[in-house]
Structures are given as structure tokens and as C-alpha cells.
């Protein structure tokens, strides 16, 4: 049975998924290509990004919670979110929400597996700064809510802008 911490982790993110899934529901086929408040990126862009972090995340999740570190020393956000981009170029943007479903099924699931105390195991997290796995995973809740307010921002703006 989980924590009352896993619990509230839970929920934690289960919102900021819904909140996503809620936006991503409202994209039509022509704002795919409309440009994010995220220099450079489009909305297609941002879905890349939000189905590569969080499938990221869990294995580095993993790891913390097993007391193996986090992220290596040299990890590069900028550099690993590039590659991403690159490499799913050519994916159909219906291949991507599976993904980023499924990664949110693998991430619940993690969670749930852990021992309450594994919460507390400490690695580097995506930032760049030492974090515990409960905190890590809150990141991952609020990496998704900001995203999500620049997929609201731009789907607010006039095509074409």
C-alpha cells in the first residue's frame, strides 16, 4: 500500500498530466507547427520534449531510488533535448502521445514500486543539482505544468505570429 507521500506524489502528477492531456486535446492538426514561447520550438516540439523527459526520467528514477546516483556529472539538458528532437524528426505526432502515455504509465508504476524511504535517496537530477527521488519526481510535475502553460500560451496566439 503506498505512503501517504506516495499518495500525494501520485496525485502530484496524475493532475499535471490530466492538465496536459487536456491541452494536447485541444491542438488541431494545422497549430502542430504553430511556434511555442520556448525559443525555436513548436508545439510539435514541446510534445517531444514532454514524451522524451519524462521517458528519461524514469530509468534515472530507477537508479536514485536505488541508491545508484542520478544523472551523470557531464549531463547536458540542452544537448540530450536536441538529440531528442532530432531523432524523432520524421515520428508522426499520433506516435508520439502513446509514447508520452506510456511514459506516464511507466513513471506511476515506478512510483508505486518504491519503498517509501527510497523517496529520500539522493542523486544529481536534470538540473544540475543534488535532489532526492521525491524530489525529482515533483520536478517531473512541474516540468510538465510549465510546459503546458507554453502550449496554453501558444495556442492563444493568433496562427501565423
Do not use: Y
Not at 36 to 46: F, K, Q
Amino acid at each position: 500500500m503506498p505512503s501517504e507521500r506516495q499518495s500525494a506524489i501520485r496525485e502530484d502528477l496524475v493532475e499535471a498530466q490530466r492538465a496536459l492531456i487536456a491541452v494536447l486535446d485541444a491542438v488541431g492538426p494545422e497549430d502542430w507547427s504553430r511556434s511555442s514561447p520556448n525559443e525555436g520550438w513548436t508545439i510539435r516540439d514541446l510534445l517531444v520534449h514532454l514524451t522524451t523527459s519524462e521517458s528519461g526520467f524514469v530509468p534515472t528514477l530507477r537508479r536514485m531510488a536505488a541508491g545508484e546516483g542520478g544523472v551523470p556529472n557531464d549531463f547536458d539538458p540542452n544537448r540530450w533535448n536536441a538529440g531528442q528532437l532530432r531523432r524523432r524528426a520524421e515520428m508522426p505526432v499520433d506516435d508520439l502521445r502513446p509514447e508520452l502515455e506510456a511514459a506516464h504509465r511507466a513513471m506511476l508504476a515506478l512510483l508505486d514500486d518504491i519503498e517509501d524511504t527510497a523517496l529520500d535517496q539522493r542523486g544529481r537530477i536534470s538540473t544540475g543539482v543534488d535532489g532526492s527521488v521525491e524530489d525529482a519526481f515533483r520536478l517531473v510535475a512541474s516540468h510538465k505544468r510549465a510546459h503546458t502553460s507554453d502550449l496554453r500560451a501558444a495556442l492563444s496566439t493568433p496562427a501565423g505570429r
